[in-house]
């Protein structure tokens, strides 16, 4: 768990935005085809295709309370999950958000 944990942690260190999903999750989908559109550079990490990818959701549970996918995190600070990133979307509020993480493409 020590091992997975500071995985996830240098994991979203490393990214301006980084996406921990499912690959057959329609959230997960949703919320990578939003940041698509809007033209983010994102990492997604599909927990059902890593072989650690149990052991990394189960750190992310512990980092954020959080064990649901997607679980987006923006500029190393934790957005939460699916319709949370749909809200910041709704409001106009993500587009600025990943302007200031350097996370929109020119």
């Known amino acids: 768990m020590a091992d997975a944990r500071t995985k996830v942690q240098e994991i979203i260190k490393e990214n ?3 996406v921990f999903s499912k690959s057959y999750c329609p959230y997960c ?3 990578k085809d939003t940041l698509n559109k809007l033209g983010a550079e ?3 990490y599909e927990l059902d295709k890593l ?3 149990a052991d990394l959701q189960d750190a992310l ?3 954020t309370g959080q064990r649901t996918v997607p679980n987006v995190h923006i500029k190393q600070q934790h957005i939460g999950g699916n ?3 749909q809200d910041l979307n709704k409001t106009g509020k993500l587009e600025g958000i990943l302007k200031d993480a350097g996370a ?3």
Do not use: P, Q
């Open 16 to 18: 301006a935005v980084v």
């Open 29 to 31: 989908r949703s919320t």
């Open 42 to 44: 994102f990492k997604a």
């Open 51 to 53: 072989s650690d990818g």
């Open 61 to 63: 549970e512990a980092i």
């Open 83 to 85: 319709s949370d990133l």
């Open 104 to 106: 929109l493409k020119a």
